[in-house]
């Protein structure tokens, strides 16, 4: 009975959780050279299915999100093979990836 309690009481936490107003830009890398994400060179990353997504790699932060059409659908183009990474990703940042 206590574990069930237990279970209860973290899913209810979670919830909330998800309820947070966070009213901070998503759009600024806060970060050692911070600067507005516009600033940064995106590539694209092929997902295993062929679909692509956003991908930005500034050194000690990466940013991803999926790439849609003007109705909200997934751009799977053919661009280059799954699970490959194109483009200028990792330009627009000093610092260096160790990867």
Known sequence: MKLLKGV???AVA???AGCVDNKEDKTVDRGIDSKHLSQ???GI???PKGCDHWIIDD???GYLSQRLDKYGKPVCSG???????IGPYKA???ISDPI
Do not use: N
């Open 59 to 61: 050194g000690a932060e």
């Open 8 to 10: 209860a009481l973290v």
């Open 40 to 42: 940064l060179r995106a």
């Open 92 to 94: 627009g940042s000093p």
């Open 45 to 47: 990353w092929i997902d």
């Open 79 to 85: 661009a280059a093979p799954p699970e490959t990474a």
């Open 14 to 16: 979670a919830a909330v």
